[in-house]
């Protein structure tokens, strides 16, 4: 069964860090572009950050440019997302994506979905 599991999440204050990972299980990270994509109450998904297959490509959002980046460790079949310097506005369920299809940054079509992980960032 193909899985995409997401940890890391939490409680932090503004200012603060948090590093979500993004593990697969029953197939391997390698071939796939990641996407980090984030949903917060009332508001439509939005890409944060995504990564190619080779990591030789990645994006980020305008409102994270600077204070998140994107990383993978094919050896562990994980993808991390390091968030510095968090603001309230970053409060969303954050989700993890993979995909095969042709790479057209976080507007590649993604396949597989994890559960998400709560991020809520307050005083």
């Known amino acids: 069964q193909l899985q995409l599991v997401e940890s890391g999440g939490g409680l932090v204050q503004p200012g603060g860090s948090l590093r979500l990972s993004c593990a697969a299980s029953?197939?391997?990270?390698?071939?796939?572009?990641i996407g980090w994509f984030r949903q917060a109450p009332g508001k439509e998904r939005e890409g944060v950050s995504c990564i190619s297959s080779s990591g030789g490509s990645t994006y980020y959002a305008d409102a994270v440019k600077g204070r998140f980046t994107i990383s993978r460790d094919n050896a562990k079949n994980t993808v991390y997302l390091q968030m510095n310097s968090l603001k309230p506005e970053d409060t969303a369920v954050y989700y993890c994506?993979?995909?095969?299809?042709?790479?057209?940054?976080?507007?590649?079509?993604?396949?597989?979905w994890g559960q998400g992980t709560q991020v809520t960032v307050s005083s």
């Open positions: 029953g197939f391997t990270l390698d071939y796939y572009a």
């Open positions: 994506a993979a995909s095969r299809q042709r790479w057209r940054l976080c507007a590649t079509s993604f396949d597989y």
